[in-house]
């Protein structure tokens, strides 16, 4: 068995085909399948069910694959221990962040960081969080950061910063003439929320003290993509919204017909960490990336309340 063997190994149980995770690993077909089925013969087990049209992973194949990814990854931190001798941050960092985030806190740090690191690579994966997850999970990225508790024991996650909520409606609302927003006010808005998987509506509903989407009325049928679609459905009048305090320069960077208001209310906020592996080896990376984070951020957030 060798370092090889255990990447063949997890590309085929990541691709479920033979054909992809050979050329996932550059090698050919008949090559990757050989060597899967030595270590088959090698370790007394199945690790794969084949038939003519799937490729499944077996019970113990999973447990067998979770301790390669781990093998795997420290393998990959003997090479980079000699380039971080001196600077913790050299080579790559894969970092994965949540849309109605990442645009707005990024641009924030990417230069204080490549100043303070510039031997870095950070490399940014934008998607939802459960797909953030899954790609830790898999050892595909190094950390993420998110906006929602998560409860795994293979994880650990560090709190950043609070981020308050913003309450953003059209010019002429039924709320322009309040001097302040008080509860009852978002109870009954007429919330817009971005589409399901987002964990930005599912909070926006907690302090609207929302149960459930509205799936009948005027409001039913509409859901955003996007913290910029929803701001345009917001200056066009079909509504308002709750944004993230850091997206909130974005908003006001022009005239949408919109209007920006503080919420002095508790709970209306929501908190950013970084989540990762208890067994991800370059610890002090991280920790570098953390302290460039902290020290960049804007008023408009606090790192405690």
Not at 53 to 61: A, F, L, Y
Not at 175 to 200: M, P, T, V, W
Not at 253 to 264: N, S, T, V, Y
Request: hydrophobic fraction near 40%; glycine fraction near 6%.
């Amino acid at each position: 068995m060798n370092l090889r063997d255990l990447e063949y190994l997890v590309a085929l149980a990541d691709t479920c085909h033979f054909g992809h995770a050979a050329e996932r690993c550059c090698v050919s077909q008949p090559t990757l399948s050989g060597q899967i089925k030595k270590l088959e013969e090698e370790l007394g087990i199945i690790l794969f069910e084949r038939t003519k049209r799937s490729v499944e992973t077996t019970p113990v194949g999973e447990a067998i694959v979770a301790h390669a990814r781990r093998v795997l990854e420290q393998a990959d931190a003997l090479r980079h221990l000699a380039q971080t001798h001196q600077d913790p941050l050299v080579g790559p960092l894969r970092m994965g962040a949540i849309p109605t985030l990442s645009p707005y806190l990024l641009p924030l740090i990417l230069k204080p960081l490549n100043k303070r690191y510039p031997q870095t690579k950070l490399v940014l994966s934008e998607e939802l969080t459960d797909t953030l997850l899954i790609r830790l999970g898999k050892h595909e990225i190094d950390a993420v950061l998110l906006a929602t508790p998560v409860e795994d024991p293979n994880l650990e996650s560090i709190p950043l910063f609070y981020e308050p909520f913003w309450l953003v409606h059209p010019r002429g609302h039924t709320l322009s003439g309040k001097k302040e927003i008080i509860q009852a006010d978002l109870d009954g808005a007429d919330l817009l929320l971005l589409s399901e998987g987002h964990c930005l509506a599912e909070q926006a509903m907690a302090v609207c003290h929302m149960q459930e989407r509205n799936i009948q009325g005027d409001m039913a049928d509409l859901r955003a993509a996007s913290l910029e679609t929803l701001l345009q459905m917001v200056g066009a009048g079909f509504g308002c919204t709750l944004l993230p305090a850091l997206a909130l320069k974005t908003a006001s960077a022009r005239d949408r017909g919109i209007i920006a208001r503080q919420l002095k209310l508790p709970d209306t906020y929501r908190r950013i960490s970084l989540v990762l592996r208890r067994t991800f080896p370059r610890r002090q990376a991280l920790e570098a990336f953390i302290s460039v984070v902290l020290d960049n951020l804007p008023d408009s957030v606090h790192s405690k309340l």
